[in-house]
């Protein structure tokens, strides 16, 4: 086998790959959605930093942002009285904060979401999917990508 054919067999092989996450991730964040009804979007940043003070700049996934509501912005929300914006969602977090947290989502499990979405396999599909240097806010109809300024 040449070197071009290999190469060409590799990129057909991620293309499918890149394919088939596609669809289950979708299916993974519909089913967030359809279990958590009063959840409305889940929006994260991701990119690779222009400077990480003499250490190698990689790329990497943020935590997700849970909302009540579809935000307009990356970092300045305002949220009304019966809305919600989590915000750094951990296990830590949701022990530490108990019985504070809203009944109507299971917040457990969004917990649980966010850690395995941010394993290093995963994320470097999340790169093949979204790209880099992005804000994405995922919905029950689908996913939205706009660019993403950073420092």
């Not at 970092?75 to 947290?101: A, C, I, K, P």
Request: net charge negative; glycine share 4%; hydrophobic share 30%.
């Amino acid at each position: 086998m040449s070197l071009e054919t290999f190469v060409a067999e590799y990129q057909e092989a991620k293309k499918k790959f890149i394919e088939q996450a596609r669809e289950e991730i979708g299916k993974e964040f519909k089913r967030i959605f359809t279990e958590n009804p009063r959840l409305k979007c889940i929006s994260w940043t991701q990119y690779t930093p222009w400077f990480n003070d003499g250490d190698s700049c990689t790329f990497s996934k943020n935590d997700f942002t849970f909302s009540s509501f579809v935000p307009e912005d990356a970092y300045y929300v305002d949220v009304e009285e019966d809305e919600f914006h989590e915000e750094y969602l951990s296990s830590y977090s949701l022990e530490r904060r108990g019985d504070d947290m809203s009944s109507d989502v299971n917040w457990k499990d969004l917990c649980k979401f966010n850690e395995l979405c941010n394993k290093e396999a995963i994320v470097e599909v999340f790169h093949d999917l979204f790209g880099d240097h992005v804000w994405v806010k995922a919905t029950i109809d689908g996913f939205d990508v706009e660019d993403h300024e950073h420092d």
